[in-house]
Structures are given as structure tokens and as C-alpha cells.
């Protein structure tokens, strides 16, 4: 009887639960039917295309939009989110594609010509079995855009404004010096390199006359044992070379020029402001003086740092070469400081000027001197920029006799060494006398290096000096040079 009452209690609860849970449904159904309505759209109204956003979530893959609806303009706040279907996503996501492609490709065709666009690439969104569509990502438009630099379009606007290119961007001119170094910032401004070089010698003047004896002791100690010397010793000698007592003044340079062929003595010696000085007694009255600073100026010359502050000094050298009566010994440590400056082409178009004078030397000049020039002109020959007034010059008139085997083998080997040069860079650059060699260094047409070497009576006479040189000469270096050189005549 108790189990028949707890059956009957348990059915009575379950059916008002469900009672009452029906109740709250429909309930619930109301309200939720009710509110809608007020914040549903009245009827008539429509969803005005300017009042429409659109906001995109990415996510890896997944692409999700909304559309924002109406915005209340009353001021109350109230906005209305309704989604997308999925034909308007797909709609929309192909329109954007196409405006994204059409741009690009846009861009990408702005070139003059399609030979000429900046961006090679199929043009064609069509994919093959051998390309797919190149379509830049936002990134490498950055990066296109940027690379557009205005001296660019300036090029191409100074045409004729029509962007076309002038002649094979391949092929190097020469129609003027100034076109073939351009830009050179090696040295500081006029205005700090006077201040500091004006610094720098009222320092040594007030040095030297403070303890003018104590440099001299110094002095001896530096020129007994070669050696790295400290800054303070450095700026020692720079001030003996203020001193007007020639012998002092020679023995000091003849030191300085010792302590140069230390790598480390050479940054010391130029921070202490040595080079400088050694400019200024280039022009010092007595030749013995002149001498010594010319010789210590090229031990400091085997030095990169060194060399960007010599240009002023290679006008100076260059008088020695071109007065008739300098001495021999000094006119020999003038092309070999030369030829030390000249390792490096930082300074190569101050010797313009001096090519003929260059070439006369080596017809008339003594066995040393033609060796010393030789040596010149052929780091003068190692740079394309050269190549071309070097063989604009007047060609030595004896230039094919000194391809004979029987010539020193020491100026022989740099004659043989300088026409390889001059051939094969020439072959390389594939010159064109009438238009490549520069007027401004150009010599008579017969007499031109060029003329001596591929002349109509001349260039069958080099190949054959060049021929036997490199299948006799018992110098090893001499062949090789030959073997180049009549190479790049032959072709």
C-alpha cells in the first residue's frame, strides 16, 4: 500500500513539472517574439547601401563576414547585425580578388614595353602546366614601389619622355671624364680638413719649440732601430719636421720613410698628422729635401687609409715627371711613390694628364726609369676605366722592339704585361675606337696605342711577337702574359 502512494506522488510531481515547463516555453517564445519585433526593422524600411560595413576575421584559412545593417541615426545606439548568405560571401570574396589582381597587374605592366618590365612573370591569370599567376602579396609591393627611386624616372623622362632605352645598357661610353668617375666622398670637406691640418701644425710648432732638444735625442734613439713607435713618438718627428735645419729635416724624413714600412708605424705616423707636413716639403727649395719626403711619402703610401689623403700630393709628384731637368733619383722616387698610389685606383684619373708624357718616357728614358714608368702604367692599366685614354694616348714608337726576346726580362715582362691588358680588357668592353676612346686624350690616329696595336700594317706584327714570346721565352711569367695577349688579339 506505502509503494502504491509513493508511485502515485512521484507520477503527480513529474506531470506538474512538465506542466509547468511547457509553460515557460511558450513563455519564453513570447517575450522573445515580442522584443524582436521592437528591435527588428519597421516595415517598409530598407538597408541603405552607404549605411552597409563590411568587417572580415581571418583566420588561417577560414574567412568569416558580417554584414553591419542599418545604423540608427537617431542617436540611440541600436545597431542591427544580419550575416551574410553564402552566395553574397562567395560574390564578394571574387570581386576583391579581381580588384586586387587587376591592380597588380597594373602595376606590374607600367614598364615602357613588356621587353622591359620590372617584374618579369606570366601575364596571363590563365594557369598552364608550366606557370601558375604571379600576383604580388602586399609585401613585395612595398618593396617594388620603393625600389622606383627618381633618378630612375628621370632617366627615362630626359628621353623624350617616352621611356625608351638608348642603346644596349650592356655596352660602357666614355663621351666625357666626368661621366666615368662620379661621386667620389673619400675626402672630407675642404672646410675640417683645413681646421684639423691647421691644428695639427700649430701643435708640432709649439712641441718643437718647447723641448726642441729632447726631439733631437729622440730622434737618435728612433734612427738607430726600426720598430713599431708610440703616438707620442710619431708626433715627436712630425715636429722635427717644422725645424728649418735642412740636415736635421732630411735625417727626420729619412727616419719617418724607415718607421713606413711597419703597417702600424703607417696608421701611427698618419693620425699624428705626418702626411700632411710631407705634402708640404714637396715643394721645399732644396732638391735633397724634396728628395726624402718624396721617398718617405711612398713607403707611407702602401697604406688604404693613407691613400685616401693623398690626392693633393699626386699634382705634386706629378711636376717631377713633367719638368726636363729633374734629377734621375729623384724623378725614379717620384713614379715609384706614384706606382705605390696607383695600387689602388682610388686616384687613378689624376694621371690624365701625364699619359703621353707616360709613354714618351719609356722610349726615352734610362733602362731604370723605363722600368719604374712601366710599372706605373700597368697599374694604371689594371682598371677598365683606364683602358680606354690609355690607348687614346701616343703609343711609344719603339713599342714593337721592346717585344723582342732579347729585351731585359724585367721590362719586358711589364711591356708584355701592359698590352695583355690593354688587349684584353679592350675584348672584354668590346671598344669601338671611333666612339669609345675619349677626344680629350686622344692622340693623332696613327700614333694612338690603339692604332699601334690592332693598325692594319701592326696587328698581324703583335700577334707574331706574341706568338713567339709565349712558345720561347724561358721566363715562365713572360709566356703567360704573351699566351693573354695573343688571345685577345687573335679574337
Known sequence: ????????????????????????????????????????????????????????????????????????????GKVILRPLTVQERIRELNLRARMFTDTMLAI?????????????????????????????????????????????????????????????????????????????????????????????????????????????????TLSNRDRVI??????????????????????????IGNCGTFSANQDILREAGCLFRLQNLLMYPKANVQHAAVKALGNLALNQENQKELKDAIPLLLTFVNKENTPEK????????????????????EFYPVLHTLYNMVDSGSPQVKLQTLKLLVNLSANEDMVPSLLAAEA????????????????????????????????????????DLPAEDKAASPDTMYAAIYGVNTQEKMQSKALVLMNQHRNE?????????????KS
Open 330 to 349: 729623384l724623378l725614379l722616387s717620384a713614379l715609384l711613390t706614384l706606382s705605390n698610389v696607383a695600387v689602388l685606383p682610388d686616384w687613378h684619373d
Open 477 to 489: 711569367d713572360v709566356r703567360f702574359q704573351a699566351r693573354k695577349m695573343y688571345e685577345a688579339i
Open 1 to 76: 500500500m506505502a509503494t502504491s502512494t509513493g508511485d502515485k506522488t512521484v507520477n503527480k510531481v513529474a506531470l506538474c513539472s512538465a506542466i509547468f515547463a511547457g509553460f515557460a516555453y511558450v513563455g519564453y517564445s513570447v517575450v522573445r517574439t515580442a522584443f524582436c519585433r521592437k528591435l527588428g526593422r519597421r516595415d517598409g524600411e530598407g538597408y541603405p547601401d552607404e549605411h552597409r560595413l563590411y568587417f572580415r576575421r581571418l583566420s588561417q584559412t577560414t574567412q568569416t563576414d558580417v554584414l553591419l545593417g542599418n545604423l540608427d541615426m537617431s542617436g540611440s
Open 108 to 220: 606590374q605592366g607600367s614598364g615602357p614595353s613588356p621587353r622591359h618590365s620590372p617584374l618579369p612573370g606570366p601575364r596571363s591569370l590563365q594557369c598552364s602546366p608550366w606557370s601558375s599567376p604571379r600576383i604580388l602579396s602586399p609585401v613585395d609591393v612595398r618593396h617594388f614601389l620603393a625600389s622606383r627611386s627618381t633618378e630612375n624616372l628621370s632617366g627615362l623622362a630626359s628621353h623624350g619622355g617616352h621611356g625608351e632605352l638608348v642603346g644596349s645598357p650592356m655596352r660602357r661610353r666614355w663621351p666625357r671624364r666626368s661621366l666615368r668617375r662620379t661621386g667620389q666622398t673619400k675626402n672630407r670637406s675642404p672646410e675640417v680638413k683645413r681646421g684639423s691640418e691647421e691644428e695639427a701644425r700649430k701643435e708640432a710648432e709649439k712641441l718643437l719649440r718647447d723641448g726642441e732638444e729632447e726631439l733631437r735625442l729622440r730622434l737618435e
Open 396 to 435: 711609344p714608337r719603339r713599342l714593337i722592339y721592346l717585344l723582342d726576346p732579347s729585351t731585359n726580362d724585367e721590362i719586358l715582362l711589364r711591356v708584355v704585361t701592359l698590352l695583355a691588358n690593354l688587349t684584353t680588357i679592350s675584348k672584354e668592353l668590346k671598344l669601338d675606337p671611333t666612339i
Open 230 to 255: 708610440t703616438a707620442h713618438e710619431a708626433k715627436s718627428l712630425v715636429a722635427l719636421l717644422h725645424s728649418n735645419d735642412e740636415l736635421l729635416l732630411e735625417r727626420t724624413l729619412t727616419t
